[in-house]
């Protein structure tokens, strides 16, 4: 076989493996991001579950933030808010304590009021 020949062929060879090396790394790495952020989400899926569940009890419309805080280990305060939020809960001041209510609840929350004066 010719030199120039043997030459390209070699080198096409080489570009080829490199290549092939290269996207089985890259889509390994993708993969693997992919479970990541699909972790992350189940989380944050669950932590608004897990706040829904606590707000739709049947004889509280509302919560103390620091009972739900209690419930849901593992998130600073902050966080914890923004979870509540995407849950669909709304917040409140009573006696100088912070209070979460469900969107959905709130007529609820306002008859029982009403009931009680």
């Known amino acids: 076989m010719k030199p120039e020949i ?12 490199g290549g092939g090396i290269s996207l089985l790394l890259q889509r390994n ?6 479970k990541i952020k699909i972790e992350e989400l189940k989380t944050e899926h669950m932590a608004e579950r897990t706040a829904r569940y606590y707000l739709s009890h049947k ?23 923004k979870i509540l939020v995407r849950a669909g809960a709304i917040r409140s ?20 009021l009403r009931a009680n004066d």
Do not use: H
């Open 6 to 17: 043997l030459s390209l062929v070699s080198s096409l060879s080489g570009v080829l493996i």
């Open 29 to 34: 790495q993708l993969r693997n991001a992919f």
């Open 59 to 81: 004889s509280y419309t509302d919560r103390r933030f620091e009972t739900i805080k209690k419930g849901l280990g593992g998130f600073d305060d902050d966080e914890l808010r």
């Open 93 to 112: 001041y009573r006696d100088d304590e912070e209070w979460w209510t469900l969107l959905e609840r709130m007529p609820e929350k306002i008859e029982k």
